[in-house]
């Protein structure tokens, strides 16, 4: 891990905290608004766990925002008795960008659906990524459009059949966790709707996180994708897919006899094979989420398929970056501090070439280049002469 | 530069020069240059640079032509002039495109070196128009001088330079002769240098020594007859600078937000011609300002309202395409009733149309170009200057009736030029803005509550209650939200209400605004010529024209689009007639027709330029002789 000189390292630094010695519970965090999401939608399960985690931060409530796109899951924030946006399709990551930005003191929240987050908002999403800004995105991923009744979405298998796929889907899907960590996401975990512990866990972790956590939650539309984590749900399914992805761990699946590990095979690929055909110790990866190179991550994010046989869960990655609102604002304070007392809105309006007209004696001028010169080129002043060229003006 | 001529000076009252050359020659720069030398003398002036869509389109090509038109004058000007009375011609590409422009009698100076076989070919030129006589056969006084070698020549001292270094700097030769030629002092240009070029002494003294022989050139030669001066004009006291519209516009918003308490927050995409506002506001990190680059237009959008969101003054800048993109946050910001300014600075359209040429063919997106009915308060700049007034307008607008508010501008006056006489902050208006901090209503039971849409009774504003706030707790969206408490609501009744309160909001700006301002001189006048946004200028000019020869015509210019000011029907149906020039098809004139019932007259244009003075005068001869035939000599 980097060491970050002067800049926050938790992702809830320079968060208000509760006065000491109070906390809030979650019926502080639970607004006064009637729940409307279908009975049995695992979006219910989701709330409980987060309305329950975040007295846990110790924040004062008015300084957590969540902010949403728009899909059954984007309600989510009207439930919560925090500040909240239900924006637009797709965009609540540009959304939360600027505002992460504009004040530090608040921790912010995004959550999205698999459509949201992947097909219409699909470009903020990565860029969220890619710049690292200090946000938790939760996206719910039910492989279904739920608002709009059951279309595929950019997670529906190939061969799913929906309404608008009556045929079966064509369409391959993404792999969030892998889209993330292409994006180079600093935080990377799956977790479980129907799980509250592990749900918690990561939510701990992914607030704790500075910089963009991206949580993919699996999450049950019992009325238009009923069952499509059932595999994972089983109890004895479950215990032969799901990998736990531990720091410092084998990644293991099963148990007792049917017990397997990851290993590196000799084409350099990761592969699954029962504990007792491992020949050798150093073919066994070991979890390493603070890893700086993605790849291991990367490969263990492919190990699930449609058919779930192996499905890692927990945090692929954790690693530190400089984030971008905190650089951001970085900047700009160290530009005001180094201009100090010397920063006149005054001179700047009057720009580095001014002259004056004198009442006295119309027409009578007199030039002054004094005042303040702008950082970087002037709009008109373009670089001609000896040097380059002047005129950039493409589209 | 100590002034040796003994050439006779002649005085002239106004003076148009376009430079003329390849999009690599500098032309820009050199304008930008002497229309600085020639604002610090006191003249009134203003600029019109031409530029092509291509960084560099091929050489010596006709789309690789760029050029820079400035027009300074002893009195009050409003346009950058219809015609050149001088054009500097750098290659024969800038000649042919260019000479059209021309009146008789106009003086051109080329750089004949580049007239060789194969420029001259580019162009199609099958003899070069310099030796065959036609241009001086065609009335022009025509100097034909090697500015390329004389440059060389001069440069010939600088033995590290190459030749074609020493080549790129007959810009700067070029501007000193024309320095000398109309008596322009070059100090500021040299300073401009020394400050540019201070950490290459080179190349710094190679410039210097380029200009000073241009300067020498005028002094020794005995080509041209005359030299000419323009008197300063007579301009009310204060201090002044030449400023672009984009420039003035950047300060604007920065003079904005310090005088309503707030941070400035830029999200932009770059786009033609707005990306230089992008720019300036970047380079003011010292002033707080926080500029973000979105992945695209939309994100810019998003995160200027994130920002407001959270207390911030959230602008975001683009031209047409982008505005396409930022409509369905505009119809967020809408819902919400946050304070969001997005400038649009015109450009030609449909699709990516005409990047660099100006047009006013946004007005009916910036109006409409939303689902639902979304209103949105629109205000336009009439000139460079007014760039500045305008964005504290806008500002004014969306943070004391928490709305998005659209300002339009377009490529002309964002690249456009004149002398500014610079505010004091202090004198500018008052934004200060009162986030709520508690209580503003009670409960069914009497207890306090925090309403997030309970309004202002004067302005229907909603507070602005930003997170961080304790008790203020809420949630705020897209989907419609019952009067008063905001929560969800999908009554019927209670969506016709706040459809129709959201019109009303912002129909009561129009009780924020000034009565239209009317300029008709002699009070005779039965048309009215009405126009908005960068048309300005132009029906000044116009009808100053109209009126030295006797016409009388009324002019009245619209800064709100929307609403528009109170009494604008009622000026509308004062006169006879209502001549609307507008660069689209008549977009205004639709909806004025639409509001107030009045037989609005259209003169429309959309080639990319603004409208000339003689043309529009000429459109307003037109109606005074269709309404008096008798009483007009045209
Ligand atoms: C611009 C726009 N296009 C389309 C829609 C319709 N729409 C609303 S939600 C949605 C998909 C939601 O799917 P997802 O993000 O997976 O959320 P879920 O409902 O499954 O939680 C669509 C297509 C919209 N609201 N806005
Ligand atoms: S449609 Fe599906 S995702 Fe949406 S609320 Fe109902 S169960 Fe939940
Ligand atoms: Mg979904």
Avoid at chain 2, 308 to 313: E, I, N, P, T
Avoid at chain 2, 533 to 558: D, K, M, N, Q, W
Wanted: proline share 7%; charged share 20%.
């Amino acid at each position: 891990m980097t060491i970050q000189l002067g800049l926050p390292t938790r992702g809830t630094d320079g968060v208000p905290t509760v006065p000491d010695g109070t906390s809030l519970t979650k019926k502080d965090f639970t607004s006064d608004q009637e729940v409307r999401w279908c009975p049995g939608c695992g979006d219910y399960a989701v709330l409980a766990a987060v309305q329950g985690f975040l007295p846990e931060l110790g924040l004062r409530r008015e300084n957590i925002v969540f902010v949403s796109g728009i899909g059954c899951s984007s309600r989510f924030p009207y439930y919560l008795d925090t500040y909240g946006m239900h924006s637009i399709h797709g965009r609540a990551p540009a959304i939360a960008t600027g505002l992460a930005t504009a004040r530090e003191d608040l921790s912010v929240w995004v959550v999205t659906g698999d459509g949201d987050a992947l097909s219409i908002g699909g470009n903020h999403l990565i860029h969220a990524m890619r710049r690292n800004v200090n946000l938790t995105i939760l996206l719910f991923n039910n492989k279904i459009y739920g608002l709009t009744k059951g279309q595929y979405s950019p997670t529906s298998n190939v061969g799913a059949v929906t309404k608008s796929t009556p045929a079966g889907s064509v369409d391959h899907p993404f792999n969030p966790v892998s889209l993330a960590l292409g994006a180079e996401a600093t935080f990377v975990a799956r977790t479980m709707d129907s799980d509250r512990a592990h749900l918690t866990e990561v939510l701990r972790a992914a607030a704790a996180h500075r910089g963009t956590a991206l949580v993919e939650i699996y999450q049950n539309c019992p009325i238009f994708n009923d069952g499509a984590f059932e595999l994972l749900k089983d109890r004895d399914q479950a215990e032969a897919r799901i990998a736990h992805l531990r720091a410092g761990e084998p990644v293991r699946v099963g148990s007792g006899d049917a017990a397997q590990v990851v290993v590196r095979d000799t084409t350099g690929r990761l592969a699954v094979v029962p504990v007792g055909e491992v020949t050798d110790e150093q073919q066994v990866i070991v979890h390493d989420p603070s890893d700086p190179d993605p790849s291991q991550a990367f490969a263990l994010s492919r190990l699930d398929d449609a058919t779930m046989q192996h499905m890692p869960m927990g945090i692929f990655r954790e690693v530190t970056r400089a984030t971008y609102d905190d650089a951001v604002r970085a900047q700009v304070d160290e530009a005001v501090e180094r201009a100090g007392e010397g920063v006149s809105l005054d001179a700047l309006l009057r720009g580095k070439d001014t002259w004056t007209v004198d009442g006295t004696r119309p027409g009578e001028v007199e030039q002054t280049l004094e005042g303040e010169v702008t950082e970087g080129p002037t709009a008109a002043a373009g670089d001609a002469l000896v040097q380059e060229a002047d005129e950039v003006r493409p589209e | 530069m100590a002034d040796m001529s003994t050439t006779p000076l002649t005085q002239l009252d106004r003076v148009v020069i376009r430079f003329a050359g390849d999009s690599g020659d500098g032309m820009q720069l050199t304008g930008d240059r002497f229309t600085s030398d020639t604002a610090s003398l006191g003249n009134d002036l203003s600029t019109l640079p031409n530029f092509p869509a291509e960084i560099r389109a091929p050489q010596g090509t006709l789309p690789g032509v760029s050029s820079f038109q400035v027009h300074f004058a002893d009195h009050d000007i409003a346009t950058p002039g219809d015609a050149p009375d001088v054009l500097v011609a750098m290659n024969p590409a800038a000649l042919k495109a260019n000479l059209g422009d021309l009146p008789r009698g106009a003086t051109l100076i080329v750089n004949s070196d580049e007239f060789g076989k194969r420029n001259l070919a580019k162009v199609g030129y099958t003899s070069n128009p310099l030796e065959d006589g036609s241009l001086v056969e065609a009335g022009y006084q025509l100097h034909a001088l090697p500015l390329t070698s004389m440059t060389v020549e001069a440069l010939a001292p600088f033995e590290s330079l190459t030749r074609k270094e020493k080549e790129r700097a007959k810009n700067m030769l070029a501007l000193g002769l024309l320095s000398w030629l109309y008596s322009r002092d070059t100090a500021g240009t040299e300073a401009f240098l020394r400050a540019k070029f201070g950490a290459a002494p080179q190349i710094l003294e190679a410039n210097l020594t380029a200009l000073r022989a241009g300067h020498a050139y005028g002094e020794t030669t005995e080509g041209f007859a005359v030299r000419y001066q323009v008197a300063p004009a007579p301009m009310p006291p204060g201090t002044y600078r030449t400023i672009t519209g984009n420039q003035a516009l950047a300060l604007g918003l920065v003079a904005a937000a310090e005088r309503a308490g707030l941070h400035l927050v830029l999200g932009s995409y770059p786009i033609t011609p707005a990306s230089d506002i992008l720019h300036q506001l970047s380079a003011l990190k010292r002033h707080g300002v926080t500029t973000l680059q979105a992945e695209d237009e939309i994100a810019a959008i998003g995160m200027a309202l994130g920002a407001s969101f959270g207390g911030a003054l959230g602008v975001t800048t683009t031209s047409g395409p982008g505005l396409a993109l930022k409509s369905e946050t505009i119809g967020l910001a809408v819902s919400t009733e946050l304070p969001l300014v997005i400038v649009d600075i015109q450009r030609g359209g449909p699709s990516t149309g005409l990047p660099t040429k100006t047009e006013q063919s946004d007005l009916l997106q910036a109006m409409y170009g939303r689902n639902g009915e979304s209103p949105v308060p629109v205000v336009a700049a009439k000139s460079p200057t007014d760039c500045f007034d305008a964005a504290i307008e806008a500002a004014r607008i969306a943070t004391a009736f928490r709305t998005p508010v659209i300002l339009l501008s377009d490529g002309y006056l964002g690249n456009g030029s004149e002398p500014w006489s610079v505010p004091t902050v202090a004198d500018l208006p008052d934004l200060r803005v009162s986030f709520a901090s508690e209580a503003n209503d009670l409960d069914g039971e009497g207890r306090p509550v925090f309403h997030p849409f309970k309004r202002d009774p004067d302005t229907l504003a909603r507070p602005w209650a930003v997170p961080g706030t304790p008790g203020l707790e809420h949630r705020i969206g897209g989907i419609e939200k019952a009067d008063v408490t905001g929560h969800i609501s999908y009554d019927p009744a209670n969506h016709d209400r706040m459809v129709r309160l959201r019109q009303a909001k912002v129909d009561r700006v129009a009780a924020t605004i000034p009565p239209l301002e009317v300029d008709d001189p002699s009070g005779e006048a039965r048309v009215l010529v009405l126009g908005w946004g960068s048309t300005y200028g132009p029906i000044a000019a116009a009808t100053r024209l109209v009126r030295a020869t006797g016409g009388h015509v009324a002019r009245a210019h619209l800064r709100h689009l929307n609403p528009f000011p109170a009494d604008l029907g009622e000026v509308l149906r004062r006169y006879d007639r209502v001549v609307l020039p507008e660069m689209n098809l008549g977009q205004l004139a639709m909806l004025l027709r639409a509001r107030y019932l009045v037989d609005v007259q259209s003169h429309t244009a959309v080639r990319g330029l603004p409208f000339t003075a003689a043309e529009l005068a000429q459109v307003i001869h037109e109606h005074l002789l269709a309404l008096a035939p008798e009483e007009v000599s045209v």
